[in-house]
């Protein structure tokens, strides 16, 4: 057993010793330009647009194999030729691939010639901070983009590309393509096709946009169960008729454009072999369309499948007597949901302009149909009435901050409750189309521009083990928390319930 003098001078030593390993790792760490005082790293900076579309991207067609896109477009001349090189950029989506942030950017590339190529580039920081583009693939000639996400560390991109029997003009089929990041290089892991078919129930005249190139005559020619057809045209905002009713030598064949807006009369159920946005929900017959040829009631909006939450946004333009427009919202069973009045602006012989938000309240996500259309002066009846399928949704209570509503989410439902210590909770469900790791990038961001330090916590698990994010905030009126459920929401989305107090203790 040691004497009381031995541990006594071993003290001292014990001291020495451990003086001089801090002064070691004060000086290591002073050689590294490092202090303890010092703050981590900060996370890497996000991907923004505007920086996609001021980028160099590697191009086979520039002769240096570069194009650095400015303002979301480059140009240079071809040798020898009166033509140009143009890309341009379409399209960009946000998330997280291999492990980290990314973005995915889809370029269109023409050589002057009658092709029009497109190409799928991943994008991430490097070391530096730099973003660069770090794989690319090439998706087809002349396609047409519907659709660009990140989906659980894979990137899905749907567009209407060519059958077999498809002229390069005129693509015919709804196609999507899943990539995933393997050896650095983009790799197709799941494909899908099918035809681009849009069935039309019978009765209704409803509002579309179109997805692709084609001409009206050869919607009519193919669907003889319609009736007419009507399109837009946004260079100068005037509707042409296209109509059954004339003879065929006589019928306009109009061109339509990808996001022309139509509106299709429809006088038996039928199918059209083009690629229109889905149909409408179930409305009843048109109880009195308006003429075709002569249309009184012109409708902007809303849009086949549009969804709204809290209100309606209606637009046209109208024939109206004493200038009056009635809108009705209707449920699957043919309930009224709303009934009201807006005025054009100036009434009839003349059109007049209409724009009105019908405010519309449900508890849950619901089918309905708009109904816009003219009383008659004569007996009272529903006459030139255009009418189309929407969904509505559950809106956003007033007092929930928007910088926890996810860009781009249906709100699925929301309460309110309260506690003994007089706390207020109000929750809202989200149904989200992103994985885990891109919401909760997005809810570090939203964190971050609130007006109040704090931290995110997510190493935390919910039910069945789902991911929980924790906001702790400081000196604001609310605490908050987000629950998310991959694949819980409509449609398989992520259900995101996010949870605020409005006045947690302390606050």
């Not at 089929?173 to 019978?202: C, D, K, M, Y």
């Amino acid at each position: 057993m040691p004497s009381t003098l031995t541990r006594r001078r071993t003290l001292p030593l014990l001291a020495l010793l451990l003086a001089g390993m801090v002064l070691l790792a004060t000086a290591q760490g002073a050689a590294q330009g490092l202090d303890e005082d010092d703050d981590p790293a900060p996370p890497p900076v996000p991907l923004t647009g505007d920086e996609l579309r001021d980028l160099s991207y590697p191009n086979d067609w520039p002769a240096d194999g570069v194009a650095p896109l400015s303002d979301g477009a480059y140009s240079e001349p071809i040798p020898d030729s009166a033509a140009q090189v143009a890309v341009e950029f379409r399209r960009a989506a946000f998330g997280r691939l291999d492990g980290r942030d990314a973005a995915a950017v889809v370029l269109a590339t023409s050589g002057g010639g009658s092709g029009t190529f497109y190409e799928l580039h991943v994008v991430t920081r490097d070391a530096t901070g730099a973003a660069q583009s770090i794989a690319r693939h090439m998706l087809g000639d002349r396609i047409r983009l519907q659709g660009l996400a990140f989906d659980h560390d894979t990137i899905r991109v749907d567009f209407t590309g060519h059958g077999p029997d498809d002229g390069l003009c005129c693509p015919t089929r709804n196609i999507t393509h899943v990539f995933g990041l393997s050896n650095g290089a983009l790799e197709l892991v799941r494909a899908a096709e099918a035809p681009a078919v849009q069935a039309v129930a019978e009765g209704p005249t409803f509002l579309a946009w179109f997805r692709g190139h084609t001409t009206s005559g050869a919607i009519l020619g193919s669907a003889g169960a319609l009736e007419s057809i009507q399109v837009f045209n946004p260079a100068d905002e005037t509707w042409t008729v296209d109509s059954r009713g004339l003879p065929p030598d006589l019928r306009p064949s109009l061109l339509v454009d990808p996001g022309t807006l139509l509106i299709v009369q429809a006088r038996d159920a039928t199918e059209i072999p083009v690629p229109l946005l889905p149909a409408p929900a179930p409305c009843p017959r048109n109880p009195g369309p308006a003429d075709p040829l002569d249309p009184s009631m012109i409708v902007h909006g809303p849009g086949n499948g549009e969804t709204f939450a809290g209100a309606v946004a209606v637009s046209g333009v109208a024939r109206a007597f004493e200038a009056n427009v009635r809108v009705r919202v209707l449920d699957p069973d043919g309930g009224v949901l709303a009934d009201t009045f807006t005025t054009a602006s100036v009434g009839g012989p003349d059109f007049g302009d209409f724009a009105a938000d019908i405010p519309v309240t449900v508890e849950e996500e619901t089918a309905a149909c708009v109904q816009i259309f003219e009383d008659s002066a004569r007996d009272g009846r529903m006459v030139n009435v255009v009418q189309t399928g929407v969904r509505l949704l559950p809106g956003l209570p007033a007092d929930f901050p928007l910088a926890l509503a996810y860009p781009g989410a249906t709100v699925v439902s929301d309460s309110r409750s309260s506690n003994d210590e007089g706390e207020t909770f109000v929750t809202v469900e989200l149904a989200v189309d992103a994985d885990t790791a891109t919401i909760l990038a997005y809810y570090a961001r939203a964190f971050a521009t609130l007006p109040a330090p704090g931290d995110i916590f997510d190493g935390y698990t919910g039910p069945d083990d789902t991911p929980v994010i924790t906001l702790a905030l400081q000196d604001v009126s609310f605490a908050a928390d987000a629950i998310i459920q991959e694949g819980a929401g409509p449609g398989g989305a992520a259900l995101v319930e996010v949870t605020i107090n409005l006045n947690p203790p302390g606050a």
